[in-house]
């Protein structure tokens, strides 16, 4: 399983060339994409065979029965690290149960460069992936991270990136930090960190950040004073919206408002309900 360049041709590995070189079977995501980095480098593949999602069960069995006839074979995605987003996870469980070993060549990855360079310093990060092109499903995934207290890296679209950019400032408030790391490694490489609402007017008013490749970190929830420490500003802020609002509504609202806990604002907006 090698890693390829996400963008800059130049991040290849020596190990990772040397694998190319001795390969006598290429597995690749796209065949144009791969055969552009072999002619790069000058490597003449034996056999470049497709891999993609929709054939690696297939291809699994083809490629255990190259293994069993001592064959080197070497797996890898469009840009970065198989399995990653990629294909690469059936073939290399397949490629377990068969009773083979299957070998990492590491090297780029978009969820590793990101975070990288994002400055965030929350203790421990989520990979996510894709997240849903559905708007409901989108959103039911970012409440759930409204408390988190480790940092998420997820992809996404272009086309879609405006839309999500406004269901985290809808979902997770305005003042939530975000970063997005465009194009990375490329020509036209942009990182760029900022609150959830001046993320998304920038992006509004750059018809060029919603372009290419995409990955989007979303930091860790801020600090909020414990269960029963809400601050006396909070709490009356609570108070207004739960006289008019549903229970979960207003606490969501006082959340965003105030950075508080929305299970806390939560707990709290049930018994002043109650004892009104």
Known sequence: ???TPIGNLADITARGIA????ADVVCAEDTRVTGQLLSAYGIHARRLVSLREHNERGMAEQVIRWLSEGQIVVQVSDAGTPAVSDPGALLAAAVHQAGYPVCPLPGASAVVAAMSASGITAQGFLFFG??????????RQLEAWLDARHAIVCYEAPHRIADTLEDMVDVLGEGRRLVMAREL???FETIRALPARQMLDWVNSDSNQQRG????????????PRDGEL???TVRILTVLAAELPTKQAAGLAAKLSGASKKALYDLALEIKQQS
């Open 1 to 3: 399983m090698l890693a």
């Open 19 to 22: 694998a190319l070189m001795a």
């Open 130 to 139: 894709f997240l849903s092109a559905k708007q409901g499903e989108r959103k």
């Open 185 to 187: 490694t490329k020509t």
């Open 213 to 224: 490749e995409i990955a989007l970190i979303i930091d860790a929830a801020p600090a909020v």
């Open 231 to 233: 601050d006396a500003e």
